[in-house]
C-alpha cells in the first residue's frame, strides 16, 4: 500500500502537534549525528569525501559509456536488461515478470518507493514480504521509511511491540535489542523460503555488470540464497565504474549514513545459472534532470546523512515531505518533478547549509533548493499572468461581441 500523506501545511501541523514522535526523532537523529560528527573530524574522511565526489561527477558526464558496457557485461551473464521510460513502464516491466502467487522478498529502496512498486504489487495475488526489519515494520502499518537508515526514529521500542501485537498477533520483548531480535529471527526463517528477490540495489558495476548492495543486518544474503528469480530495479544514476569505486562508495556511505567506518557487508549480485535474472533501468525524468541545472542532485547516494542533520527534519521528521528522497533531497527534487503538487517543500529548509556539510558526494543542496523556490514563483508568477491573459481575452471578446449585436 501507498503511504497515504495529508497536504503538506496538514502534515506539518500533525507533526508539529506530536510531541512523542518528535521526542523520539530528536532523540534518534542526534545520536545518529554526533557519530557522524565524530567521523567527519577524520583526515581520512576528508579524502574520502574528495574521492567520492570526483566518482559521481565522473559517472554523470560518463552515463552513456558506463550503461553501455554494464549492459554488455551484464547480458553476457545471463541477465535481461530492460529500461523503463516512466515510473508505470518500470512497475508494468516487473508485474510482467512475477509468476502469479509468487512469494516476493522485496528489499526496499528509493528507486522501488520513488514508481510506487509496493502498492501496485500490493493489488496483486502475492506474498510480500519487506526483507529489512524496520522497512518490514513500516511497510505492516502502511508508512515509508522515516529514515533512510533509521526507518523507524518516529518510534519507542514500546510502539514497535505493540505495533507487530497488533499485525502479526504475536508478543515480542519492549526492548531495542529483544524487537530486533524478534523481528530478525521472524524475517530470516521467512525469507529463506524459495521466491522472487526484488531488489532495489544501492548501485551497478559498469565493468563486471553486477548490482550491489550494503547489507548491515545480514537478511539480504538469505533471500539471496534462496532465490529462484531475482529483479533488480536501478535508477539511471545509480551506476559505478569499477569494483574499487564500490569500496570508495561502501566507506564514506558509512561513515555519513551510520558514522560507522566502513559497511558490514557488501553484497553483489552475481547471476547464477539456477535463476532468472532481470535488471530494470529507471530513468523517470533523469535524463531531463540531467541536462539542466539541477543536475547535481543526480550525485545523491541516498545516504541521509543531509536528513540526520536538518534541523527540520529532526522536528518533524521525513514523513511530512510525502516522498521517498531524504528530507532536503526532497525540498529540492520534490518541486522540480512536480511543481504544483510539492511546491511547498522548497520552503521546508532554513538554508542553513548543514545538508551540505556533511553530504559525502558534494551535493549542493542549498543552492539546488534556493533554485527550486525560483523554480515555484517562476512557475506561479506565469500562472497567474496566463489566467489574467485569459480573462483579459474573454473579456474584450465579449465586448466584441456585445458591439456586434447592435442596439
Ligand atoms: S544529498 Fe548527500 S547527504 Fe543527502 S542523501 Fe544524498 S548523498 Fe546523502
Same mark, same amino acid.
Given at each position: 500500500?501507498?503511504?497515504?500523506?495529508?497536504?503538506?501545511?496538514?502534515?506539518?501541523?500533525?507533526?508539529v502537534e506530536d510531541a512523542t514522535t518528535r521526542q523520539h526523532l530528536y532523540e534518534r537523529l542526534h545520536r545518529l549525528?554526533?557519530?557522524?560528527?565524530?567521523?567527519?573530524?577524520?583526515?581520512?574522511?576528508?579524502?574520502?569525501?574528495?574521492?567520492?565526489?570526483?566518482?559521481?561527477? @565522473? +559517472?554523470?558526464?560518463?552515463?552513456?559509456?558506463?550503461?553501455?558496457?554494464?549492459?554488455?557485461?551484464?547480458?553476457?551473464?545471463?541477465?535481461?536488461?530492460?529500461?523503463?521510460?516512466?515510473?508505470?513502464?518500470?512497475?508494468?516491466? +516487473?508485474?510482467?515478470?512475477?509468476?502469479?502467487?509468487?512469494?516476493?522478498?522485496?528489499?526496499?529502496?528509493?528507486?522501488?518507493?520513488? *514508481?510506487?512498486?509496493?502498492?501496485?504489487?500490493? =493489488?496483486?495475488?502475492?506474498?510480500?514480504?519487506?526483507?529489512? =526489519?524496520?522497512?518490514?515494520?513500516?511497510?505492516? *502499518?502502511?508508512?515509508?521509511?522515516?529514515?533512510?537508515?533509521?526507518?523507524?526514529?518516529?518510534?519507542?521500542?514500546?510502539?514497535?511491540?505493540?505495533?507487530?501485537?497488533?499485525?502479526?498477533?504475536?508478543?515480542?520483548?519492549?526492548?531495542?535489542?529483544?524487537?530486533?531480535?524478534?523481528?530478525?529471527?521472524?524475517?530470516?526463517?521467512?525469507?529463506?523460503?524459495?521466491?522472487?528477490?526484488?531488489?532495489?540495489?544501492?548501485?551497478?558495476?559498469?565493468?563486471?555488470?553486477?548490482?550491489?548492495?550494503?547489507?548491515?543486518?545480514?537478511?539480504?544474503?538469505?533471500?539471496?540464497?534462496?532465490?529462484?528469480?531475482?529483479?533488480?530495479?536501478?535508477?539511471?544514476?545509480?551506476?559505478?565504474?569499477? *569494483?574499487?569505486d564500490v569500496l570508495l562508495l561502501a566507506q564514506i556511505w558509512a561513515r555519513a549514513a551510520l558514522g560507522e567506518p566502513?559497511?558490514?557487508?557488501?553484497?553483489?549480485?552475481?547471476? @547464477?545459472?539456477?535463476?532468472?535474472?532481470?535488471?530494470?533501468?529507471v530513468d523517470n525524468g533523469r535524463t531531463e534532470i540531467l541536462a539542466g541545472e539541477w543536475r547535481d542532485v543526480l550525485?545523491?547516494?541516498?545516504?541521509?546523512?543531509?536528513?540526520?542533520?536538518?534541523? *527540520?527534519?529532526?522536528?518533524?521528521?521525513? @514523513?511530512?515531505?510525502?516522498?521517498?528522497?531524504?528530507?532536503?533531497? =526532497?525540498?529540492?527534487?520534490?518541486?522540480?518533478?512536480?511543481?504544483?503538487?510539492?511546491?511547498?517543500?522548497?520552503?521546508?529548509?532554513?538554508?542553513?547549509?548543514?545538508?551540505?556539510?556533511?553530504?559525502?558526494?558534494? +551535493?549542493?543542496?542549498?543552492?539546488?533548493?534556493?533554485?527550486?523556490?525560483?523554480?515555484?514563483?517562476?512557475?506561479?508568477?506565469?500562472?497567474?499572468?496566463?489566467?489574467?491573459?485569459?480573462?483579459?481575452?474573454?473579456?474584450?471578446?465579449?465586448?466584441?461581441?456585445?458591439?456586434?449585436?447592435?442596439?
Open positions: 500500500m501507498e503511504p497515504q500523506v495529508p497536504p503538506f501545511r496538514e502534515a506539518v501541523r500533525l507533526a549525528a554526533e557519530h557522524q560528527r565524530a567521523r567527519w573530524q577524520e583526515e581520512e574522511t576528508a579524502t574520502l569525501r574528495a574521492q567520492a565526489t570526483a566518482m559521481r561527477q @565522473h +559517472v554523470l558526464a560518463h552515463l552513456g559509456e558506463l550503461w553501455t558496457l554494464a549492459e554488455v557485461q551484464a547480458t553476457a551473464l545471463g541477465v535481461e536488461v530492460v529500461w523503463a521510460e516512466t515510473a508505470i513502464q518500470a512497475v508494468t516491466q +516487473v508485474q510482467d515478470a512475477l509468476p502469479k502467487g509468487a512469494n516476493v522478498a522485496v528489499i526496499r529502496g528509493v528507486i522501488a518507493e520513488e *514508481v510506487g512498486l509496493l502498492s501496485a504489487l500490493a =493489488a496483486e495475488e502475492l506474498t510480500l514480504l519487506v526483507a529489512d =526489519a524496520g522497512g518490514y515494520v513500516t511497510y505492516l *502499518v502502511g508508512e515509508r521509511p522515516a529514515h533512510p537508515v533509521v526507518p523507524l526514529a518516529h518510534l519507542g521500542e514500546r510502539d514497535v511491540a505493540e505495533l507487530w501485537r497488533l499485525y502479526t498477533g504475536h508478543q515480542i520483548p519492549m526492548t531495542k535489542e529483544g524487537c530486533v531480535q524478534a523481528i530478525h529471527a521472524h524475517l530470516r526463517a521467512a525469507l529463506s523460503q524459495p521466491g522472487v528477490l526484488l531488489v532495489s540495489a544501492h548501485g551497478i558495476v559498469a565493468e563486471t555488470g553486477t548490482p550491489f548492495l550494503f547489507d548491515w543486518e545480514g537478511n539480504i544474503a538469505t533471500a539471496l540464497q534462496a532465490a529462484t528469480q531475482v529483479i533488480v530495479l536501478l535508477g539511471l544514476e545509480q551506476i559505478v565504474p569499477t *569494483v574499487d566502513d559497511i558490514p557487508q557488501i553484497l553483489y549480485l552475481h547471476p @547464477h545459472a539456477t535463476s532468472q535474472w532481470r535488471f530494470i533501468v550525485r545523491c547516494v541516498h545516504c541521509g546523512a543531509c536528513a540526520t542533520v536538518c534541523p *527540520v527534519v529532526q522536528e518533524i521528521g521525513n @514523513h511530512v515531505y510525502g516522498l521517498p528522497y531524504a528530507g532536503p533531497v =526532497a525540498a529540492a527534487w520534490g518541486p522540480l518533478r512536480s511543481p504544483h503538487t510539492h511546491r511547498n517543500l522548497a520552503w521546508a529548509s532554513t538554508l542553513c547549509g548543514a545538508c551540505a556539510d556533511v553530504c559525502p558526494v558534494g +551535493v549542493p543542496l542549498p543552492l539546488l533548493i534556493a533554485r527550486a523556490r525560483a523554480h515555484v514563483a517562476r512557475r506561479a508568477l506565469w500562472g497567474r499572468w496566463a489566467r489574467w491573459l485569459n480573462r483579459e481575452n474573454i473579456s474584450s471578446g465579449a465586448k466584441e461581441r456585445h458591439r456586434g449585436e447592435g442596439p
